[in-house]
């Protein structure tokens, strides 16, 4: 019987055949899960662009068509990634991690500017967002880095080295400017290290000097119209027109949905354009007018079944570089949803995440299926890489 051996994060020698075993251990609750969150994305998305589209549906032109050709890429992603030993692509994760930093750099000259943001490539009929791609190749680096030192933050040395790590891709994301996207970094770091063994007071400390430094990122590293957007969380009604309005619009929109909302294409903000990016970054308070207060639960117990999948990946992996990349996805979805959510009922300030698997988008769309792959992959492989 033929085996592999990988060293450096893991040295197991595994049985081919049991690596490549058939399809008994997908796991397809969280699969489905994900389809679902994907239906619905596209009931949304066809409800909120009826204003803005009355194309054929069958066009690349519409929005929910081309949904729909980004969700078959990315099932088709997911599946070949599944079948992939991870330990390939965390074997390949500091090239992954440089090719990441020049896209990055990229895309600050000669990338295509939206909503005062430099964020995607532009190619033609499909916009390549680099940052999503990004967060996986960060949270493969980590747990390479991390399984490559025993699996171990507690050392100082080695936790400032992973900071140093997750801290160029931030800094590049945030100068886009995209602050949303940048906490989700660290978020993503926070989790990984925390699993890692990182020492409390050492989180706490590194917590009092980010605190202490705080006022001075206020003063000279946020933009003016981060400052604004702050300044509206606090009082909407500052700016009603300006920066208010989205702000506005979405508690509008969520409140009137009430339990059962108004019903499908009959939400007001939404239908006679009031609620601006209602497909991507207000998808929510669309699912909220339209959908009530059940449609939204009925989403948020989909997402809490995704993510104890993912929980459970980490807990069964059969690995250090396993565990932590499970984690590392974990927290990289529940960032984005709780972030997404947190903007639209006005308890953070507006930033361009999307809504995992719901919100318009294709890079979005392809790279976070593209991290259950990675999470299939572990589940899938569980045994095969256990130590015995």
């Known amino acids: 019987m033929s085996s592999v051996t990988y060293g450096g994060y893991g040295g197991n020698t595994r049985s081919t055949a049991s690596v490549w075993r058939g399809w008994d251990r997908f796991d397809y609750v969280m699969a489905l899960a994900a389809l679902a969150l994907v239906a619905i994305g596209l009931v949304l998305i066809y409800s909120g662009s009826l204003s803005l589209y009355n194309g054929p549906l069958a066009s690349f032109s519409s929005p929910v068509f081309k949904q729909v050709v980004f969700a078959c890429a990315g099932i088709a992603a997911m599946l070949i990634v599944s079948k992939i030993d991870y330990h390939y692509l965390t074997h390949y994760a500091w090239a992954l991690y440089g090719l990441s930093i020049v896209s990055l750099v990229a895309i600050l000259v000669i990338g295509q500017s939206a909503y005062g943001s430099t964020r995607w490539f532009d190619l033609g009929p499909v916009q390549i967002q680099p940052s999503e791609f990004a967060k996986l190749a960060t949270i493969l680096a980590l747990a390479r880095y991390f399984s490559e030192h025993g699996g171990d ?7 400032l080295i992973s900071l140093v790590i997750v801290a160029p891709v931030s800094a590049l994301v945030f ?6 996207t940048s906490i989700v970094f660290f978020a993503i770091w926070i989790g990984i290290v925390v699993v890692a063994g990182a020492n409390r007071s050492h989180l706490l400390v590194m917590a009092a000097i980010f605190l202490a430094i705080l006022p001075f990122l206020w003063t000279f590293a946020i933009a003016e119209y981060q400052v604004d957007r702050v300044a509206v969380l606090v009082d909407s009604e500052e700016d009603p027109l300006g920066d208010g309005y989205n702000v506005n619009q979405s508690k509008i929109a969520v409140g009137s949905g009430q339990l059962f909302g108004k019903g499908f294409t009959n939400g007001d903000q939404t239908q006679l354009g009031y609620l601006k990016v209602a497909t991507k970054d207000f ?4 699912l909220s007018e339209e959908f009530g207060f059940v449609g939204c639960m009925v989403v948020m117990g989909l997402f809490i079944l995704l993510l104890m999948r993912g929980v459970r990946a980490a807990q069964i992996a059969g690995d250090t570089a396993g565990q932590l990349v499970a984690v590392g996805i974990v927290m ?4 984005q949803t709780f972030i997404n959510i947190a903007v639209n009922v006005s308890i953070f300030p507006v930033t361009g995440i999307p809504l995992p698997f719901i919100s318009q988008g294709g890079s979005s769309l392809v790279s976070i299926f593209i991290s259950l792959g990675i999470l299939q992959s572990i589940v899938m492989r569980h045994r095969a890489y256990r130590q015995t």
Do not use: N
Request: proline share 5%.
């Open 175 to 180: 100068i886009q400017p995209d602050l949303g």
């Open 332 to 335: 990289l979805i529940l960032m």
């Open 153 to 159: 933050a507690k050392d100082v040395r080695t936790l």
């Open 283 to 286: 998808i929510f308070s669309l």
